[in-house]
């Protein structure tokens, strides 16, 4: 029986004995021996019984739902930043080829065939003169594998620590999937594997075909969906 159904059954006991003993059974003679002592004992059990039922309600449950609405608030905001670098995955490579990206290659339903036809013309060794890190002021220029890896693992790995700051807070589905994500082949090394192939003198430094690029797109999805279904309504 779960705790708040046991709660309501107590109430529900504590408020028909004072009923009882203090309105209907008043006047009436005793019937066992010390049977006025007896209520006036469980009358006030009862009474103490309520008084901390109020005060749970007002102080843990009302605030609880407070917190977790202020809390999922928070987590809704830092899962899609960390969902817009993930997506880097599909935005990187489709922003630097020349493939026609209509609506068969949107990023949240494009199949795995499109979107190998994507990295198979994506090079990893361009160098974007519109992406840079650091500063405009001392900018820091890097290829198309050093973009993904930074998008795709190391942006999205601070905003999950950000997020596991709140791990009391959240559901054990949601903190699977970001396990899912952390524990994924492409985050553990394909896409360290990228920028290997590109310091290499391999002939072909398309980005290719890698189930595990394709199947961290999914992931991504994953989490987007959870995110909008559990967390948007708290923004």
């Known amino acids: 029986m779960k705790q708040k159904t046991i709660l309501i059954i107590l109430l529900i006991i504590s408020l028909s004995t004072i009923i009882l003993n203090d309105f209907i059974l008043n006047d009436t003679p005793e019937v066992i021996p010390n049977g006025d002592e007896l209520g006036q004992i469980l009358s006030r059990l009862s009474l103490a019984f309520i008084s901390s039922f109020i005060f749970y309600l007002l102080v843990v449950v009302l605030k609880g739902k407070k917190d977790k609405a202020n809390i999922n608030k928070s987590v809704y905001q830092l899962t899609k930043t960390l969902i817009s670098h993930g997506y880097g995955i599909y935005g990187i490579v489709a922003e630097y080829t020349e493939e026609i990206v209509d609506e068969k290659f ?13 990295c198979e013309k994506c090079d990893l060794r361009f160098v974007p003169k519109n ?18 890896y930074d998008g795709t693992v190391t942006r999205t790995d601070k905003q999950i620590e950000k997020i596991f700051k709140f791990i009391y807070f959240l559901d054990t589905d949601f903190v699977a999937l970001l396990n899912e994500l952390r524990d994924s082949d492409f985050f553990g090394r394909g896409a360290n594997l990228l920028i290997v192939i590109t310091q290499g003198n391999v002939l072909n430094q398309m980005v290719g075909k890698h189930d595990s690029m394709y199947r961290y797109l999914e992931i991504i999805r994953k989490i987007e969906d959870y995110n909008e279904t559990h967390h948007a309504k708290y923004k």
């Open 106 to 118: 949107n990023k949240e339903t494009i199949s795995k065939e499109n979107y190998f036809k994507l």
């Open 131 to 148: 992406r840079i890190f650091g500063s405009p002021i001392n900018p820091k220029y890097a290829n198309i594998a050093g973009h993904i």
